[in-house]
Every structure is written in structure tokens, then in C-alpha cells.
């Protein structure tokens, strides 16, 4: 039976093999494209730095350094592994929404329409540009078809970076609540974000801009499985039936639409494999992040905190297989590509912004139902701007899974206002 899955995951790993058996001209450069093995060396890279970090938190807590240590690193020692407890007097309210002093309906308005333009213009315009960089050339011309940028690992540094440097002054700026989380417990989550990441850019090397949109929308049935793994929690039979119809309207959308041009069923494999990493990473990023709000941070901190050890990993690990260079070259001999991954950074990191202003104004079930349209704007303009083709069973396929989407929001708001009518104390809101 493990034979038979490591075959598959070869098969997917090489694609020129499923596409017709051609031997690559360069085996030494062939190598380095799989995907399957930049995965590997990515992992190894970020293993050089979780192992020792791992080590040196169980050594400094078998010591009790808490209570035995001194010196200039005490300091340091203490924040990372073992966490500021929180104080009283330090506190700073983290009301999951808060009620403005004005609230005219007219005022209200134009902060929703501020909210939902703001989210749609940044991640409608990061979905173009992603693929506009992992799946066109740079550089064509007449006589040469150009270079593609192919590491995804360097665009995932950059978005990382400057969301970094966002969090680090929204945390100067704007008071924030003592933080008490040991830092190190921010690396898990970071390490699987890096990976989910990593695995959405690779995706669209060998499927289309829709099937990703389609796969993320259909997250919510890994995080509900997640959820039962890791954090044991119990789902309603309406979250059973949403996550039913979601399958079955991604699964009418992936069987009736036609295949990409110059794909194979071992691209498809690898695209499908990939989605499935992505989904699976990104599950376990929202739940730990869930279980770390326990410590009582706000969401920039957390921001801060996971993009903090999301550079350290792609920073080390480029380094280490010295691509680095290569990446800053890359943007050296073409200045468009240089342009839309900083443009790409930066609604990504405005992005988070507007994500978090807009559950704080008016709620995750709004916000929810802003993301879901966006969805849907994101496959509408890809097919007009890249030419992707729908069938109209996919198209339905499609309309299945956002209504589905909506259902659940107002399922989930029903369930909410009895819930508040019951108890009339207000109920934290909980990421999904």
C-alpha cells in the first residue's frame, strides 16, 4: 500500500514522464525543477531551524531557567520560551467588534462600502497578479519566448516581509495588549503558513486560476476535520450539510471542465496534490492561531509574531540553496516583475488590514460574505483576463458552492442571535 502512494507521488513529481515519457536534456536542471523535490529542500531548509529551536526550548525548560537564569539574555530567553504573564493593569480590551460613537445609517454605509472596496481591490488585484507571475513569461520578445520566475519560495519572502514591517508599526503606533504568548509557539503556525503559501503559488505551475479559487472555498471541510483533530471541537448537522454541498459542487466543477492546455494527467495530479497540501497546511495554521488567542493578543500581534518567523524560514532557507541571489537577479533583469511583486506584497499586506478592520466594524459574518463574493469576482476576471474556460456544469458547480458558502453564514448568524437571546452574554467570534 506505501508503494503504491509513493508511486503516485512520483508520477505527480514528474511530469514529463506522465506527459510522454521524454528524458529532459539537462537531468541536473530537471531535477531541480520538481516540485516535489524543491519541497523537499524547502522543508529541510526550515527543518535546519525548527530542530535546534526545538532543543534549545526543551533544554532551557528542563533547566528552569525561569527561575535559575540571569544575565543579558534573560530577557530573551524568557520572551521566547517561556512567555510574559499578563497584568491587570496592561490589558487593553480585544472587543471582537466595536460600536463607533457615530452610527447614522448613512455613516455606516460608507464605512461598509470603505471596508468591501478595500478587500476587493486588494485581493482581486493580488489574484491577477499571482497569476500573472507564476504562469507568464518575462522579458518575451519577437525572437526570444522570455524566462519564467519559478520560486515561489522568494515571492512568499517578500509578501512576508513587508507584511512584517506593516504588523511592526501597527503595533508601534496603536496601543496594543501586554503580550504573553511564549514566541516560539508563533513558529508552528508560521512554519505551516509558509507551506500553504508555498503550495498555492506551485499550484498554479499546473492548474488553473479557478480550480484554486474552487479548492480554497472548499477549505471549510479540512478546517472542520482539523478542528475535530486538533482542537476537538463538535459541528452542527447545517456545518455537515454546507461541507456536503461544497464537495459536491467543486466535484461538478473539476469532472466537467475540459483540461488546460499543454496539461497531462500527471500535471493535474501534481496540481491536485498540491492544492490538497495547501488546504491541509492552511487548516492547521487557522486552528493552532485559534488556540493561541487563548493567551489573549490581538490580531496584529499575531501578525507580527507569524510573519516574524515566516521571513526567518524563507530567508534561511534561500540562503541556504543560495537562491536568494538568483530571486534578487531575477527582479534586476526585469523591472515588471520587480514591480508586481511589490505590488503583490503590498496588497497582501493591506489585505490583512482591511480583514481585521472589517471584523472589528461589523463582524466575521459580514466579512465572510464580502470574502465570498470576492471569490467570485476572482474566477469571473480571470477567465475574462487569461482566457479560462467554463462549462455550464461547472458554472452550476460553482453557483452550488457559494450558495452553500452563504448558507453558512446565515445558518451561522441564526444560530447566533439565538444564542444571544438565550444568554445575554456576548459570545467571542470564532474564526472558521
Given amino acids: 500500500m506505501d508503494a503504491r502512494w509513493w508511486a503516485v507521488v512520483v508520477l505527480a513529481a514528474l511530469p514529463s514522464l506522465g506527459a510522454g515519457g521524454e528524458t529532459p536534456e539537462a537531468p541536473s536542471e530537471s531535477w531541480m525543477q520538481l516540485w516535489f523535490f524543491r519541497f523537499l529542500v524547502n522543508a529541510a531548509g526550515y527543518a535546519s531551524f525548527m530542530v535546534p529551536g526545538y532543543l534549545m526550548v526543551q533544554y532551557f525548560r528542563r533547566k528552569n531557567y525561569l527561575e535559575t537564569g540571569r544575565g543579558l539574555c534573560f530577557p530573551l530567553v524568557k520572551t521566547c520560551v517561556f512567555g510574559n504573564e499578563p497584568k491587570a493593569s496592561d ?99 508560521s512554519l505551516s503558513n509558509v507551506l500553504s503559501s508555498w503550495c498555492q503559488y506551485e499550484a498554479l505551475k499546473f492548474v488553473s486560476f479557478p480550480t484554486q479559487v474552487l479548492a480554497k472555498a472548499s477549505k471549510v471541510i479540512p478546517v472542520m476535520l482539523m478542528g475535530r483533530l486538533v482542537s476537538r471541537r463538535s459541528y452542527e448537522h447545517w456545518e455537515y450539510l454546507t461541507a456536503g454541498l461544497i464537495s459536491i459542487g467543486v466535484s461538478m466543477f473539476l469532472l466537467s471542465s475540459g483540461p488546460e492546455p499543454r496539461s497531462s494527467p500527471a500535471t493535474t495530479l501534481s496540481g491536485l496534490i498540491l492544492l490538497a497540501g495547501y488546504i491541509a497546511f492552511d487548516s492547521f495554521t487557522s ?146
Fill in 91 to 189: 490589558e487593553v480590551p480585544l472587543a471582537s467588534r466595536t460600536e463607533p460613537a457615530e452610527t447614522t445609517p448613512t455613516w455606516q454605509a460608507l464605512k461598509l462600502l470603505f471596508c468591501a472596496a478595500g478587500l476587493q481591490v486588494s485581493y482581486l488585484t493580488w489574484g491577477v497578479l499571482q497569476e500573472r507571475v507564476m504562469t507568464r513569461s518575462y522579458g518575451a520578445t519577437a525572437t526570444s519566448p522570455g524566462e519564467r520566475f519559478t520560486d515561489s519560495q522568494f515571492l512568499v519572502l517578500m509578501n512576508r516581509v513587508l507584511a512584517l514591517i506593516v504588523a511592526g508599526l501597527y503595533c508601534i503606533l496603536c496601543k496594543q495588549p501586554r503580550h504573553g504568548a511564549p514566541m516560539y509557539r508563533y513558529s508552528f503556525a
Fill in 287 to 432: 486552528n493552532w492561531q485559534d488556540a493561541l488567542f487563548a493567551c489573549k493578543m490581538s490580531s496584529v500581534q499575531m501578525m507580527f509574531g507569524v510573519n516574524l518567523f515566516s521571513c526567518l524560514f524563507t530567508m534561511g532557507s534561500l540562503l541556504e540553496q543560495g537562491a536568494l541571489l538568483e530571486g534578487t537577479r531575477f527582479m534586476g533583469r526585469h523591472s515588471e516583475f520587480a514591480a508586481h511583486a511589490l505590488l503583490l506584497s503590498v496588497c497582501s499586506a493591506c489585505g490583512q488590514l482591511f480583514i481585521f478592520y472589517t471584523i472589528g466594524q461589523f463582524g466575521a459574518a459580514m466579512f465572510t460574505i464580502i470574502m465570498t463574493l470576492r471569490q467570485a469576482f476572482a474566477i469571473l476576471l480571470s477567465c475574462l483576463l487569461y482566457g479560462h474556460t467554463i462549462t455550464v456544469v461547472g458554472g452550476l458547480g460553482v453557483a452550488v458552492v457559494f450558495a452553500a458558502l452563504l448558507l453558512r453564514v446565515y445558518a451561522r448568524g441564526r444560530l447566533k442571535q439565538r444564542v444571544k437571546k438565550a444568554v445575554p452574554v456576548e459570545s467571542p467570534v470564532q474564526k472558521v
